[in-house]
């Protein structure tokens, strides 16, 4: 997989792509992950990105032809076809299942919008989709990128060790997951459900199953009404 991220602060994103499991992903050629400055790719000398709205109002917008001239460096660049995802609240919400189908999209690009917003014209005539991390507002796109990209590296085949690990975790089956203890058997007062020490590897599996029932049922109901 390859992700391209167009933002006007490439320095955000260091720490969380060069820490644990995404760096060692693209460490082992699972993804390949290129961040580029948006100022890179304006006319002006000034490097502008950004223009007051037509009509009037608060706020500055990033303007249409330094994304469009960034999309388009990075499509020739990228060999076979590209999903251009615009990093926005107006964006269809992102879920374990959205993470799914981008996994398996061969080279993705971010755009992150900022400041009051982008140029209509990118939304219109550029992304091939708006992605939303959950309806509340931050500064910018580059925080809902990396909660994209983290999310999506994990899921390619081979990026995470233990292949149950995939399997069994949160929102797998739409269940959140069911508690898990590590030693000591007894902390202070806490000691571990005794099945889980059995070793009978059935009831512990039934054990964990309605663990996991119990917990959506009280914290998240509305996951077991989603199909798929
Ligand atoms: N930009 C600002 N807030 C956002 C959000 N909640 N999701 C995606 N992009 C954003």
Redesign the pocket.
Known sequence: MRVDIITIFPNMFSAVLGESIIKRAQEKGKVKIFVHDLRLYTLDKHHKVDDRPFGGGSGMLLQAEPIFRAVQAIKKKVKGKSKVIL???Q?KIFDQKYAKKLSKCGNLIFIC?HYEGVDERVRQYLADEE???????????EL?AMVLVDSIVRLIPGVLGDKNSLNFESFEGNLLEYPQYSRPAKFRKWIVPEVLVSGAHDKISAWRKSEALKRTRQRRPDLLKRQG
């Open positions: 990093l926005c609240p964006g919008g992605v939303s991390i959950g309806d509340y507002v931050l500064t910018g796109g809902p």
